[in-house]
């Protein structure tokens, strides 16, 4: 597979890893201005150790759904022109603001990803990536809702978390009804579970129908 | 509607922060483009660094203020919970009084309470001694509703008093205090007294000697100290509590250095038998 500009495996204490350039944010290793990118603590990462194409190019537009404390999100901005970052919960979001103090590309937003109106009148139209990692119940319907603001030629890269649907049923269940309501909208490229990095997580890659 | 969040404005006018927060479009535009025809900015570079400083001020206010409602929310849940626990108490009081005239073998208390809700009753007395059982169980289930809400909602309020606290009393220090940013004010000797302003008054009044801790009396430290050094254990504690509450008003992060701090210095307290005793 190949790595976009902007995102390399590099060597940290003598060890290959996946990695961006930019100010370190969750006390992740350094090396030449360069920093790991932790696959544990990130699903897009895991997306790309798991050998999966997410298609974020240098220089993209990307929407970033449920942008948490910015751990993922600040990668996506050091490789990004614009990284809309939308998140509901307070908590997090201070720290999602003081990555923005150190990132100009990343632009936060308290909002609701199952309420896309209330920040279309922010987020522009025709973006490259739509990230989405949301946990919350209805995943695929909030997928579905935000593709207004993809390109044609625009691709989602979007993570599943079974227990976030339901907490009892069977993870391969919940993923096949996801990826059917996912079918609505998009055409499904890829998906692979993002085992052993995050436990019953299915990560999907598609571009809108 | 169909506008941006810059529509009719100067890029320095503090009402784009609140249209970032109150405004919406159904549909998404070329937003830079159009600010650039609009003359809103120069050129595109000039209308992300604009978005990123007002999209930044504006989601740092709005979440400061998210979060400021929600220590009021904990507030109203804990005394609430204090509520519904008085009520059931005294329910279950008359319960047990009433049961206990028609039969020997009544017991007392919540529990009996939820025995009896689940009998049969025989003759129309019996079941409105019955049906009173049951409202003082459903009065202690919602008490238990509300102390497991407290403990979901107290670690994204105040991550740190929680943890030192336990949920139940950091929502009471929040409480007395009158939300976390007073809490964050208070000084460390008063976050000590916190719930002991009567007997305060008393001593004041020259009638009681000085009282060593308030609510924070149901915590460990102080409670499992003994009673000699519990002055001691006590303002050990208000003072780690009254740093807590300052990371979590004004910075908001985890600091778990500070859970270690307060288990040595308690430590420290309780294998110190001379009485020398330094300050905390």
Not at chain 2, 136 to 163: I, M, Q, S, Y
Not at chain 2, 177 to 193: D, P, Y
Not at chain 2, 209 to 222: A, D, L, M, Q, T
Request: proline residues 4%; charged residues 30%; aromatic residues 6%.
């Amino acid at each position: 597979m190949d790595l976009p500009e902007g995102i390399e495996y590099r060597e940290f204490d003598g060890e290959e890893r996946l990695a961006t350039r930019g100010e370190p944010v969750y006390g992740e290793p350094t090396a030449e201005g360069w920093r790991a990118w932790d696959a544990r603590r990130s699903k897009l990462g895991a997306m790309y150790e798991r050998g999966m194409e997410p298609g974020l190019q240098n220089g993209d537009r990307v929407l970033y759904l449920g942008a948490a404390n910015g751990t993922t999100a600040s990668h996506v901005a050091d490789v990004a022109r614009v990284v809309y970052a939308v998140e509901f919960a307070a908590r997090p979001m201070r720290d999602l603001v003081d990555v923005a103090g150190t990132r100009d590309a990343l632009v936060p937003l308290l909002k609701d990803a199952r309420k896309p109106a209330s920040y279309g009148h922010v987020v522009e139209a025709d973006l490259d990536v739509l990230v989405q990692d949301v946990a919350t119940r209805g995943q695929a319907r909030v997928a579905c809702a935000n593709r207004r603001f993809l390109a044609d030629d625009g691709r989602l890269a979007a993570v599943v978390k079974a227990r976030s649907e339901d907490t009892v049923r069977d993870p391969e269940a919940v993923f096949e009804d996801a990826l059917d309501h996912l079918r609505n909208e998009y055409r499904v490229l890829e998906t692979k579970r993002l085992d052993p990095f995050h436990a019953d997580h299915l990560a999907v890659v598609a571009e809108p129908r | 509607m169909t506008e941006g969040w810059f529509a009719g404005l100067a890029p320095d006018d503090p009402a784009t922060r609140d249209r970032i927060r109150d405004g919406s479009a159904d549909e998404p535009a070329d937003w830079p483009a159009l600010a650039v025809e609009d003359g809103f900015v120069a050129d595109e570079d000039d209308y992300y660094a604009t978005l990123h400083d007002t999209a930044t001020e504006a989601a740092r206010t709005a979440a400061t203020e998210r979060e400021r409602a929600d220590d009021r929310q904990v507030i109203h849940a804990i005394r609430a919970m204090d509520d519904t626990e008085r009520m059931a108490n005294e329910l279950a009081e008359r319960v047990a009084e009433w049961a206990g005239s028609r039969s020997d073998d009544a017991g007392t208390g919540v529990e009996f309470c939820r025995e009896l809700a689940h009998e049969d009753a025989d003759d129309p007395t019996g079941e409105r001694v019955r049906s009173l059982a049951g409202r003082a169980v459903a009065l202690d289930d919602e008490r238990a509703a509300l102390e497991t809400f407290l403990e979901r909602a107290l670690p994204a309020v105040a991550p740190n008093l929680t943890a030192l606290a336990g949920p139940t009393l950091a929502a009471r220090l929040l409480s007395l205090a009158g939300g976390l940013k007073s809490l964050a004010r208070t000084s460390s000797s008063t976050v000590q007294l916190l719930g002991a302003e009567e007997a305060l008054f008393a001593h004041l009044r020259g009638t009681a000697p000085s009282p060593k801790h308030g609510v924070i009396y149901v915590h460990e430290s102080v409670r499992g100290t003994r009673p000699e050094k519990r002055g001691s254990a006590a303002r050990a504690l208000a003072g780690k509590l009254t740093i807590a509450a300052r990371i979590d008003h004004y910075a908001g992060d985890r600091r778990p250095a500070l859970d270690d701090e307060l288990a040595d210095r308690i430590a420290q307290i309780r294998s110190n038998t001379e009485a020398t005793d330094g300050s905390a």
